[in-house]
């Protein structure tokens, strides 16, 4: 139960990261080549809006993947299997 709620926690860290890196670079792209910064912010938050809309499933579906091979093998951190040894 604990590795199913770390992997809940994991896949919510990756998504976040995914979509804000991702909206941050394409906005910054966009916005990059306009005359002043009003018109900058407006051209980065429209090209974000729009790149989440055609590739927010798939930055999902990558988080979700991610987050599970990482918490199966235990890569992600605290995601190991716990060993128990016995007493006998």
């Not at 998504?15 to 009003?38: H, Q, R």
């Not at 930055?59 to 605290?78: E, K, N, Q, S």
Request: hydrophobic residues 55%; without cysteine.
């Amino acid at each position: 139960m604990k590795r199913f709620i770390l992997g809940v926690g994991w896949f919510s860290i990756i998504n976040f990261l995914l979509s804000g890196i991702s909206s941050f670079i394409v906005g910054a792209i966009a916005g990059f080549g306009t005359a002043n910064t009003a018109e900058g912010a407006q051209a980065g938050a429209v090209a974000a809006a729009v790149f989440q809309q055609q590739y927010g499933g798939i930055l999902l579906l990558v988080a979700v993947i991610v987050a599970i091979a990482g918490t199966m093998t235990g890569i992600l951190p605290y995601t190991k299997k716990e060993i128990h040894v016995s007493d006998n």
